[in-house]
Antibody, heavy 127, light 109 residues
Framework: QLLQSGGGFVQPGGSLRLSCAAS????????FNWVRQAPGKGLEWVAG????????YYADSVKGQFTISRDNSRNTLYLQMNSLRAEDTAVYYC??????????????????????WGQGTLVTVSS | SSELTQGPAVSVALGQTVTITCQGD??????ASWYQQKPGQAPVLVIY???NRPSGIPDRFSGSSSGDTGSLTITGAQAEDEADYYC????????????FGTGTKITVL
């Protein structure tokens, strides 16, 4: 289970930190991601982090603005959002990632998927 | 290309079969996974890998892949299947970007 917190209302230029607390599984063994959805829009991948936390990955739209991190001793994922703009207004979801790779016949194939997801938290950036 | 393109909307009669697609060059190398999202709810994984369903997902949901296109099929659509559906893929090279499709709204008539 993933339980999110930390959303809310913030003025342009402000900062906010989202949290995603995991329970019921070995949090430290999994890659995690943040995904957002602007009002009435589709899903947008935001950031990902490796199981140990050493490697982080970002969408171009948030690179240099958002920071993903994790505390494996607290089973918690974070997203620090700085210099927020109106276009960052969205519901933010955390999601656990799994992946597989191997041969299917003679073809090398890879797959990844997101499951489970947190319940989502709304971030509203407005003056 | 890093884009995953889906048709915007499709309708299906109750009990009939519907297939939606997700197209992108990255799908020549990686399988897409598929997510169902109902209004006000978090997305739910329905298909992953070659054609795998998580526990609790009805077997009327199936997936397939050919070339640069992944497909999700609902055989015998039910009213509760009305939702937005998104494909998703991760590129495991370099910066490991992840991509969502543009989403398809399925309406069950």
């Amino acid at each position: 289970q993933l339980l999110q917190s930390g959303g809310g209302f913030v003025q342009p230029g402000g900062s906010l930190r989202l949290s995603c607390a995991a329970s019921g599984f070995s949090f430290r063994n999994y890659v995690f991601n943040w995904v957002r959805q602007a009002p009435g829009k589709g899903l947008e991948w935001v950031a990902g982090i490796s199981a140990g936390g050493a490697r982080t990955y970002y969408a171009d739209s948030v690179k240099g603005q958002f920071t993903i991190s994790r505390d494996n001793s607290r089973n918690t994922l974070y997203l620090q959002m700085n210099s927020l703009r109106a276009e960052d207004t969205a519901v933010y979801y955390c999601a656990q990632e799994e992946s597989s790779r191997g041969y299917s016949g003679s073809d090398w194939v890879e797959a990844s998927w997101l499951d489970p997801w947190g319940q989502g938290t709304l971030v509203t950036v407005s003056s | 290309s890093s884009e995953l393109t889906q048709g915007p909307a499709v309708s299906v009669a109750l009990g009939q079969t519907v297939t939606i697609t997700c197209q992108g060059d990255i799908l020549r190398v990686y399988y897409a996974s598929w997510y169902q999202q109902k209004p006000g709810q978090a997305p739910v994984l329905v298909i992953y890998g070659k054609n795998n369903r998580p526990s609790g997902i009805p077997d009327r949901f199936s997936g397939s892949s050919s070339g640069d296109t992944g497909s999700l099929t609902i055989t015998g659509a039910q009213a509760e299947d009305e939702a937005d559906y998104y494909c998703y893929c991760r590129d495991s090279s370099g910066d490991q970007p992840r991509f969502f499709g543009t989403g398809t709204k399925i309406t069950v008539l």
